[in-house]
């Protein structure tokens, strides 16, 4: 069992106990400790339960690559499912939970799985989808979704905060190991701005671990100079997480949000000119039988363990590996007293300085051994079963240990190389992956934009010179003197004697061995499964990564992909370059979506816009909804009304008497010079340049498609100035869009575009009434005959400036009063006190919306969903015929859009009058070729009409003008189809005396 | 995350204040165009594996439209220039052929 050791432990601090609990048990650790290291010094080593066959794990790393011990952390809103234990650092009353198990972990149901492991082997979850059929639906979908996932969700919004932050640099290095300080400093004496992250509470990578008292010197020192940089940034605790385009970095930043004012993440987007990736190598576990019992760890972090924490992973470990560093392990142990039964090495002959200094120690070491099973089980371990690695796995000898410590070698941790684009090389010789110097990840020149320093490059040995080659790449490439950074202080170590590759352990091991040697810890990928995945046919690495889950757990597979794409080269007979790698994809680690969203939520998701009358609005009862970013009133509610009550009344008091609508939203694009006619000739499918000063035509504009993109008025105000109004939705849009073509098509047309949108609040006066309301205002003369329909007029109303038109869109006599934005609430009060007697009332969005339906008029997004053109609206009165060109004009001809048999817009009435549910879609006869029942249409607007008392709704049917009268079949899903006539879309006012008087 | 130089206002421009045009130097097509030259215009695309060059608006700067040559591979840029153009400038050619020898643009046709 694991425990505390009475001496030592570089990170902790003894004075300072913490205590913490763990599934509700109270433990104590010491200010310093990870979660994962306080855990272990409790002797607790099951931590969790894997994925799909639940069976016991324990903590396998000492870093951000430890597939098992994922643990939820805290309660309510800070709950944080899925933490790696061996990331999280200790803090006094933390709370943290096992995952995966019910009804506990020591006694989890799940673990039944374990038993059913033959009826569940790769691609099971695909399987189930072939057949039979429905057992998919009824069977497989319901028990999979119930037992899919790691942790659970926090169900309350999370109280901390994150930011995000932009920076900018010269030379980005990722990883503070002796690579990557040695490289940080020579950049930053050479005067470049440099930014150093380490994803680790402390610089100084695996130095003072590896290479005891004079490694941690090396980093101390090294640590001193930077901090005397004025021109280097250290950022601790922060993992460089994703290499982008051009030298775009994110970063990630763990904070403790009781020292850094509620501030959990900050997640840091940077732009680097150049990047060193020196984030150093992983272990990779052995693929041997019970490889995943708790207490089989790698056997870099037992020495972590051993000598950041003082935590002793057992009394007896067994070293099982293929490398001379494993020995490391040994030398760690038994200096700190604990017993090391045996080392097995997996190579015929072990020959190394580090070998030889463990013999020297009276440690044994068994050459060209392997493990065949480990003893034990949730409880730990308990010995293992020795055999030859170049046999079948007869067992030579058992021996009892509490812990193994393993290693298969090492990986560079080539993420952040790879994930712009740098291609990886097969180094033979040290049977690893490691960055290609001649395809390096590019930047905007075509030039290398990040190289590779260190361990991450593959020098496992050679650091420090292979630092200072990498620095002075970089110098070069910013234009920088490598002369101007003095040669550092640093010694390489004596190389070690080489490794023989081991992918499976003992290599001649049968069906029943390979079934018990797990490749992805936390996804239950073993290697029976991957080799089954080959003869399946996935020979891709893709292919067999997807069928076999292989690499898709959190972990993203940092320990089993190298493994496993070996087993996979094995099965196929290929080389291991031949089968390559999975494609590595940021993020490094997992990134919690607070840091994502930063400061994004609430609030501040999203700008919000309002008009100059919204704090009116917002006194007033309205009842707001989102159009855009805008917030406009649906309707103003009265004590007592629901939303369809207050629609009505609104409705009725404005065709009735008066009512006041806030257009202030309305896009109102100013278009000035010599060519403006031309130009909005082009845009809209009518003539403007015809349009005389002091009149306003209706107008539409199409894409170059031919569909429609928006409608509105455009008046003309002089000679050579038209104000275009546009949709709410519409005014950024149709303002981009007039731009793209004056800047790129027509360049040498004289014309200028001037979005005024805010510059003026607009409110239609609208009803009977309207006239004598404004003319109460006193200012103008809005008589019939001074201003007819269709008009517009500058002038003065209650003393403000104004533009006048005489446009409607609900059908009723109609001014629409443009003033200055400053004075728009201003004026709005001034109308609601001069209609006080004559009824006046504010409508609202909805109002509006019923309004323009009883009338036929179309709205944008509506009628129109980017496949309808102003012909199928029955708008060909809109369109100049005669014009040579405007936009769409082309489109239009093409067959499909003068095909006969187009839906066209028609009213639509139900027999019964109820209103036809949102969505419905006309029915056809027969069914199509999927068996879906054909459709000939579909409603585009459908409301209860207060005007006329029943359901009016507009829609779209096929040759729909033509069968005026018919009676058509309307169905939505969940409900009964409903039979409405054909009629005219025009169902109020059809001559449109109202609005013309 | 591309970075793009905005050739009006000068300013090194993140992606997020850009907003991508599609392919440049695109001809026109109006009403008397026939049936398959309508059909080019409005649909046909290159979509060439290397030099492309396309139409990005400094949306949240300057507003103005400009043309990039970036490389869809490398996302190599080999430069910006004003839209106000029917065919690239000769600089950015050459940069390009420096990269490709032989690349001529609309060489797809």
């Given at each position: 069992?694991?425990?505390?050791?009475?001496?030592?432990?570089?990170?902790?601090?003894?004075?300072?106990?913490?205590?913490?609990?763990?599934?509700?048990?109270?433990?104590?650790?010491?200010?310093?400790?990870?979660?994962?290291?306080?855990?272990?010094?409790?002797?607790?080593?099951?931590?969790?339960?894997?994925?799909?066959?639940?069976?016991?794990?324990?903590i396998v790393a000492s870093g951000?690559e430890e597939p098992?011990?994922?643990?939820?952390?805290?309660?309510?809103?800070?709950?944080?499912?899925?933490?790696?234990?061996?990331?999280?650092?200790?803090?006094?009353?933390?709370?943290?939970?096992?995952?995966?198990?019910?009804?506990?972990?020591?006694?989890?149901?799940?673990?039944?799985?374990?038993?059913?492991?033959?009826?569940?082997?790769?691609?099971?979850?695909?399987?189930?989808?072939?057949?039979?059929?429905?057992?998919?639906?009824?069977?497989?979908?319901?028990?999979?979704?119930?037992?899919?996932?790691?942790?659970?969700?926090?169900?309350?919004?999370?109280?901390?905060?994150?930011?995000?932050?932009?920076?900018?640099?010269?030379?980005?290095?990722?990883?503070?190991?002796?690579?990557?300080?040695?490289?940080?400093?020579?950049?930053?004496?050479?005067?470049?701005?440099?930014?150093?992250?380490?994803?680790?509470?402390?610089?100084?990578?695996?130095?003072?671990?590896?290479?005891?008292?004079?490694?941690?010197?090396?980093?101390?020192?090294?640590?001193?100079?930077?901090?005397?940089?004025?021109?280097?940034?250290?950022?601790?605790?922060?993992?460089?997480?994703?290499?982008?385009?051009?030298?775009?970095?994110?970063?990630?930043?763990?904070?403790?949000?009781?020292?850094?004012?509620?501030?959990?993440?900050?997640?840091?987007?940077?732009?680097?000119?150049?990047?060193?990736?020196?984030?150093?190598?992983i272990e990779r576990p052995l693929?041997?039988?019970?490889n995943?019992?708790?207490?089989v760890m790698l056997a870099s972090a037992v020495r972590d363990y051993?000598?950041?924490?003082?935590?002793?992973p057992?009394?007896?470990?067994?070293?099982?590996t293929?490398?001379?560093d494993a020995?490391?392990t040994?030398?760690?142990?038994?200096?700190?007293?604990?017993?090391?039964?045996?080392?097995?090495?997996?190579?015929?002959?072990?020959?190394?300085?580090?070998?030889?200094?463990?013999?020297?120690?009276?440690?044994?070491?068994?050459?060209?051994?392997?493990?065949?099973?480990?003893?034990?089980?949730?409880?730990?371990?308990?010995?293992?079963?020795?055999?030859?690695?170049?046999?079948?796995?007869?067992?030579?000898?058992?021996?009892?240990?509490?812990?193994v410590a393993m290693s298969g070698?090492w990986?560079?941790?080539?993420?952040?190389?790879?994930?712009?684009?740098?291609?990886?090389?097969?180094?033979?010789?040290?049977?690893?992956?490691?960055?290609?110097?001649?395809?390096?990840?590019?930047?905007?020149?075509?030039?290398?934009?990040?190289?590779?320093?260190?361990?991450?490059?593959?020098?496992?040995?050679?650091?420090?010179?292979?630092?200072?080659?990498?620095?002075?790449?970089?110098?070069?490439?910013?234009?920088?003197?490598?002369?101007?950074?003095?040669?550092?202080?640093?010694?390489?170590?004596?190389?070690?004697?080489?490794?023989?590759?081991?992918?499976?352990?003992?290599?001649?091991?049968?069906?029943?061995?390979?079934?018990?040697?797990?490749?992805?810890?936390?996804?239950?990928?073993?290697?029976?499964?991957?080799?089954?995945?080959?003869?399946?046919?996935?020979?891709?690495?893709?292919?067999?990564?997807?069928?076999?889950?292989?690499?898709?757990?959190?972990?993203?597979?940092?320990l089993?992909?190298?493994?496993?794409?070996?087993?996979?080269?094995?099965?196929?007979?290929?080389?291991?370059?031949?089968?390559?790698?999975?494609?590595?994809?940021?993020?490094?680690?997992?990134?919690?979506?607070?840091?994502?969203?930063?400061?994004?939520?609430?609030?501040?998701?999203?700008?919000?816009?309002?008009?100059?009358?919204?704090?009116?609005?917002?006194?007033?009862?309205?009842?707001?909804?989102?159009?855009?970013?805008?917030?406009?009133?649906?309707?103003?509610?009265?004590?007592?009304?629901?939303?369809?009550?207050?629609?009505?009344?609104?409705?009725?008091?404005?065709?009735?008497?008066?009512?006041?609508?806030?257009?202030?939203?309305?896009?109102?694009?100013?278009?000035?010079?010599?060519?403006?006619?031309?130009?909005?000739?082009?845009?809209?499918?009518?003539?403007?340049?015809?349009?005389?000063?002091?009149?306003?035509?209706?107008?539409?504009?199409?894409?170059?498609?031919?569909?429609?993109?928006?409608?509105?008025?455009?008046?003309?105000?002089?000679?050579?100035?038209?104000?275009?109004?546009?949709?709410?939705?519409?005014?950024?849009?149709?303002?981009?869009?007039?731009?793209?073509?004056?800047?790129?098509?027509?360049?040498?047309?004289?014309?200028?575009?001037?979005?005024?949108?805010?510059?003026?609040?607009?409110?239609?006066?609208?009803?009977?009434?309207?006239?004598?309301?404004?003319?109460?205002?006193?200012?103008?003369?809005?008589?019939?005959?001074?201003?007819?329909?269709?008009?517009?007029?500058?002038?003065?109303?209650?003393?403000?400036?104004?533009?006048?038109?005489?446009?409607?869109?609900?059908?009723?006599?109609?001014?629409?009063?443009?003033?200055?934005?400053?004075?728009?609430?201003?004026?709005?009060?001034?109308?609601?006190?001069?209609?006080?007697?004559?009824?006046?009332?504010?409508?609202?969005?909805?109002?509006?919306?019923?309004?323009?339906?009883?009338?036929?008029?179309?709205?944008?997004?509506?009628?129109?969903?980017?496949?309808?053109?102003?012909?199928?609206?029955?708008?060909?009165?809109?369109?100049?015929?005669?014009?040579?060109?405007?936009?769409?004009?082309?489109?239009?001809?093409?067959?499909?859009?003068?095909?006969?048999?187009?839906?066209?817009?028609?009213?639509?009435?139900?027999?019964?009058?109820?209103?036809?549910?949102?969505?419905?879609?006309?029915?056809?006869?027969?069914?199509?070729?999927?068996?879906?029942?054909?459709?000939?249409?579909?409603?585009?607007?459908?409301?209860?009409?207060?005007?006329?008392?029943?359901?009016?709704?507009?829609?779209?049917?096929?040759?729909?003008?033509?069968?005026?009268?018919?009676?058509?079949?309307?169905?939505?899903?969940?409900?009964?189809?409903?039979?409405?006539?054909?009629?005219?879309?025009?169902?109020?006012?059809?001559?449109?005396?109202?609005?013309?008087? | 995350?591309?970075?793009?130089?905005?050739?009006?206002?000068?300013?090194?421009?993140?992606?997020?204040?850009?907003?991508?045009?599609?392919?440049?130097?695109?001809?026109?097509?109006?009403?008397?165009?026939?049936?398959?030259?309508?059909?080019?215009?409005?649909?046909?695309?290159?979509?060439?594996?290397?030099?492309?060059?396309?139409?990005?608006?400094?949306?949240?700067?300057?507003?103005?439209?400009?043309?990039?040559?970036?490389?869809?591979?490398?996302?190599?840029?080999?430069?910006?220039?004003?839209?106000?153009?029917?065919?690239?400038?000769?600089?950015?050619?050459?940069?390009?052929?420096?990269?490709?020898?032989?690349?001529?643009?609309?060489?797809?046709?």
């Amino acid at each position: 069992m694991s425990t505390r050791l009475a001496t030592g432990g570089r990170r902790i601090d003894r004075t300072r106990p913490l205590d913490f609990t763990f599934n509700g048990r109270p433990m104590r650790g010491f200010e310093g400790d990870t979660l994962a290291s306080a855990l272990l010094a409790n002797g607790q080593g099951l931590i969790g339960r894997s994925f799909k066959y639940h069976r016991p794990r324990g903590i396998v790393a000492s870093g951000p690559e430890e597939p098992n011990a994922l643990v939820g952390l805290g309660a309510g809103g800070r709950f944080e499912p899925n933490a790696r234990a061996t990331q999280v650092p200790l803090r006094d009353g933390l709370a943290a939970e096992s995952q995966n198990h019910w009804p506990s972990l020591e006694w989890d149901l799940g673990a039944v799985n374990a038993r059913l492991a033959r009826f569940l082997p790769a691609g099971f979850y695909y399987k189930t989808f072939i057949h039979p059929r429905r057992f998919w639906k009824h069977v497989f979908e319901p028990a999979i979704r119930q037992s899919a996932g790691l942790g659970r969700p926090p169900r309350e919004p999370d109280p901390d905060r994150y930011e995000q932050a932009y920076a900018f640099c010269d030379v980005l290095v990722a990883g503070a190991g002796i690579a990557g300080m040695q490289a940080a400093l020579a950049a930053a004496r050479a005067g470049l701005s440099v930014w150093l992250v380490e994803q680790a509470p402390l610089p100084g990578g695996r130095a003072p671990v590896d290479h005891g008292a004079p490694g941690a010197a090396l980093a101390a020192a090294l640590a001193a100079e930077l901090a005397a940089m004025p021109n280097l940034t250290l950022r601790l605790r922060t993992a460089a997480v994703g290499l982008y385009d051009h030298g775009y970095v994110l970063l990630d930043e763990a904070l403790d949000p009781a020292a850094a004012g509620g501030l959990r993440q900050r997640l840091w987007r940077l732009r680097a000119r150049q990047v060193i990736v020196a984030t150093g190598a992983i272990e990779r576990p052995l693929a041997f039988p019970g490889n995943d019992l708790p207490g089989v760890m790698l056997a870099s972090a037992v020495r972590d363990y051993l000598a950041d924490f003082a935590v002793s992973p057992g009394d007896r470990t067994v070293i099982v590996t293929n490398n001379d560093d494993a020995y490391r392990t040994a030398l760690a142990l038994h200096a700190a007293g604990l017993a090391v039964p045996a080392v097995l090495d997996a190579r015929p002959e072990v020959t190394g300085a580090l070998p030889a200094q463990v013999r020297a120690a009276g440690i044994r070491v068994e050459p060209g051994r392997g493990i065949a099973a480990v003893r034990g089980g949730r409880g730990g371990v308990g010995g293992v079963a020795v055999c030859l690695q170049a046999g079948e796995g007869a067992v030579l000898e058992e021996i009892a240990c509490d812990a193994v410590a393993m290693s298969g070698g090492w990986s560079p941790a080539v993420h952040l190389w790879s994930h712009c684009g740098g291609r990886l090389l097969w180094d033979e010789a040290q049977a690893l992956f490691r960055p290609d110097p001649d395809r390096p990840p590019t930047g905007a020149d075509g030039r290398a934009m990040a190289r590779a320093a260190g361990a991450a490059n593959g020098a496992l040995q050679a650091v420090a010179a292979d630092a200072r080659r990498a620095a002075e790449a970089v110098l070069r490439a910013l234009g920088a003197d490598p002369a101007a950074a003095p040669p550092l202080p640093a010694e390489d170590p004596p190389p070690e004697a080489p490794i023989l590759p081991v992918w499976v352990m003992p290599q001649g091991a049968g069906p029943k061995l390979k079934a018990k040697m797990w490749l992805d810890f936390q996804n239950d990928v073993k290697v029976s499964d991957v080799e089954l995945a080959q003869r399946e046919g996935y020979e891709s690495v893709e292919h067999a990564k997807r069928y076999t889950t292989l690499g898709m757990a959190t972990d993203q597979g940092k320990l089993s992909n190298i493994n496993g794409l070996a087993v996979l080269a094995q099965a196929r007979g290929a080389a291991i370059p031949e089968v390559g790698t999975t494609t590595f994809r940021p993020p490094w680690t997992p990134v919690t979506l607070g840091a994502l969203a930063g400061e994004a939520r609430g609030a501040l998701f999203q700008p919000l816009r309002r008009t100059p009358i919204d704090p009116w609005h917002a006194a007033n009862g309205a009842d707001f909804e989102p159009v855009g970013l805008w917030r406009r009133p649906y309707c103003f509610r009265r004590p007592g009304e629901d939303r369809a009550a207050a629609v009505a009344r609104e409705v009725l008091n404005t065709r009735n008497r008066v009512g006041l609508l806030d257009a202030s939203t309305l896009g109102k694009i100013l278009v000035k010079g010599p060519d403006a006619g031309r130009f909005l000739d082009m845009l809209y499918t009518g003539r403007m340049s015809t349009l005389p000063v002091g009149r306003c035509r209706y107008g539409l504009m199409c894409s170059e498609n031919g569909f429609l993109i928006d409608d509105g008025v455009a008046a003309r105000l002089d000679g050579d100035t038209w104000l275009c109004h546009t949709t709410t939705g519409g005014a950024d849009r149709i303002h981009a869009h007039m731009e793209d073509w004056l800047q790129t098509e027509w360049w040498d047309w004289k014309v200028h575009t001037l979005n005024l949108t805010e510059a003026f609040a607009q409110i239609a006066v609208v009803g009977p009434e309207a006239r004598r309301l404004l003319e109460r205002l006193g200012g103008m003369d809005l008589s019939r005959a001074a201003l007819p329909f269709l008009h517009w007029a500058e002038g003065t109303l209650a003393g403000i400036p104004a533009r006048v038109f005489r446009i409607s869109f609900s059908g009723e006599l109609s001014y629409e009063v443009a003033v200055p934005a400053g004075r728009g609430l201003e004026f709005w009060q001034a109308c609601l006190a001069a209609g006080a007697d004559l009824g006046v009332m504010p409508y609202g969005t909805e109002a509006l919306h019923v309004m323009r339906a009883e009338k036929g008029f179309i709205m944008i997004g509506d009628e129109t969903d980017g496949t309808v053109i102003p012909q199928d609206l029955g708008l060909d009165w809109a369109i100049a015929r005669n014009k040579p060109d405007y936009l769409g004009k082309r489109a239009q001809m093409r067959p499909e859009m003068t095909r006969p048999d187009r839906w066209r817009l028609v009213g639509l009435e139900t027999l019964d009058g109820s209103v036809i549910p949102e969505g419905a879609q006309a029915l056809g006869e027969g069914t199509n070729a999927n068996g879906q029942r054909n459709v000939i249409g579909r409603v585009t607007s459908t409301y209860r009409s207060p005007t006329l008392g029943r359901g009016i709704a507009l829609g779209l049917v096929a040759r729909g003008p033509e069968r005026m009268g018919e009676v058509i079949r309307l169905a939505a899903p969940g409900i009964a189809p409903v039979a409405a006539r054909i009629v005219s879309p025009v169902f109020h006012d059809p001559e449109g005396r109202r609005q013309d008087v | 995350m591309l970075l793009l130089t905005c050739p009006y206002c000068g300013i090194a421009a993140e992606e997020t204040e850009l907003a991508p045009g599609g392919a440049a130097h695109l001809t026109r097509a109006g009403p008397e165009a026939s049936d398959a030259a309508f059909d080019a215009y409005l649909f046909l695309r290159d979509n060439p594996k290397g030099p492309h060059l396309e139409r990005w608006r400094h949306a949240m700067g300057c507003g103005k439209w400009f043309l990039a040559a970036r490389d869809t591979v490398t996302h190599e840029v080999y430069g910006t220039y004003p839209a106000q153009t029917r065919e690239p400038p000769a600089e950015v050619v050459a940069r390009i052929r420096a990269r490709h020898p032989g690349w001529s643009w609309r060489s797809a046709g």
